[in-house]
């Protein structure tokens, strides 16, 4: 799901980057209150939540957990780029919550910030995409309850493509050369965001790299990789990229609004697509970096995760366990009901009927043919420095060999602390 939609940010890597601020200690404790109650039966909870941009999102949280009966659990809905600073700050003191979503990060793990779920996922494991459980598992204990998956694709308007004659690209170059060709007075071919942070794994897993390999050694500097670095410079010069739109790329506005024919953005933002554009647009996945890669889909989404560090764990596990593993029908209401997103649970993706028609099905299957999921080793310090890369040889002009020679020093520096 998206964030507020005026909020111009890549909440997922402002969300990584503080939590690798928490765990060096660089945050200090914000204010007390913590929305805790005495009222109600059994323990009382807090859990926190960003808040989404889709209308509903805010009251079905609190619905659900107004449902459960064997604790008060009171929901802190915070806003913006506000989520990131208040979590990480707040679960160094003694108000922390007692369970929060965010997404699997290794460092959350060898802090002993977050709780062993195993015991309660194992029973439905099974039922769960593997690749889910996969990303949250370390030394085979699982930690954290995938609540949606959100594959991303590149969006596009029919209309425009059809009046320029482009097809729909496959390979980066023809996505460059569909970038030129749709570009106009009024309109640019494409919208990546400002600093391309969101492509970044799409482009490396197209050109048939990866970011580590199963050795967790790095994976990413190839030959292929370096290609694609040049074309992402090429593109980035070319005067076809929208840049300095209204809205960060997670907000569709700038290909509803025409300001883009072709936009990259997340399953979340089909209904709103839909309803702006009718039928008038498509997806596809990031195509091939070169020709012997293979296209891509990154798959984001949202995980619970309990404070292992809290005074409530076992009750904290307990709502969890019967939120997101028992309540099938307020997993579904909340994967599909507020935008669009994959249910993590087999049994739901095949029954979501909003899923089964349409662009919502094409999503589906590219997410099935051509998914990708974070790997939980991979930190914030490594992503930091792949977006440096970027920064170095697409937004400037630094040789990528030697960009990527300086991001291999600080990958390695990082695996040798959680790997040794």
Known sequence: MSALSNSNWDRRNVLRAAMGLAAAGGLTACGGNTGR????????????????????????????????????VSTQWITSADYESKLFATLLTDNAPDLFEFHPQMQM???????????IITPVKDDFNPADIKSHTVDGKIYGVRMIDDPQFFFYRKSMLEAAKVEVPTTLDELMEAAAKLTTGKVKGLYMGDDLHSVINPMIWSAGADTLDEKNQIA????????????????????????????????????NQGLCAIQFCGMWAMPGIQAALGDDWGVFPFPKTIDSGKQSVYNGGWSMFVNAKGDNVEAAKAYVKWLWLDQKEYQEDWATSYGFHIPPRSSLAKTATKLKSGNAA???????????????????????????????????????????DKADTAVNRELKKLFG
Do not use: C
Request: proline share 3%; aromatic share 10%; glycine share 10%.
């Open 37 to 72: 109650s005495s009222g109600g039966s059994g323990d009382a909870l807090v859990q926190y939540f960003h808040a989404y941009g889709e209308a509903g999102t805010e009251q079905a949280i609190k619905k659900y957990a107004k449902a459960y009966s064997k604790a008060n």
């Open 362 to 404: 094409e999503g589906v299957r590219l997410f099935n043919e051509f998914g990708h999921f974070d790997n939980i080793g991979w930190t914030q310090a490594m992503i930091t420095s792949l977006e440096d890369v970027f920064a170095n040889s697409v937004r400037k002009d630094m040789d990528p060999e030697a960009a990527l």
């Open 220 to 255: 990413y500097h190839t030959p292929g990789v370096i290609e694609g670095i040049k074309k992402m410079r090429k593109l980035f010069t070319s005067g076809d990229l929208l840049l300095g739109a209204p809205t960060a790329s997670w907000d569709p506005s700038s290909l």
């Open 109 to 119: 793990i060898t802090s002993g910030q977050v709780a062993d779920l195993t015991d």
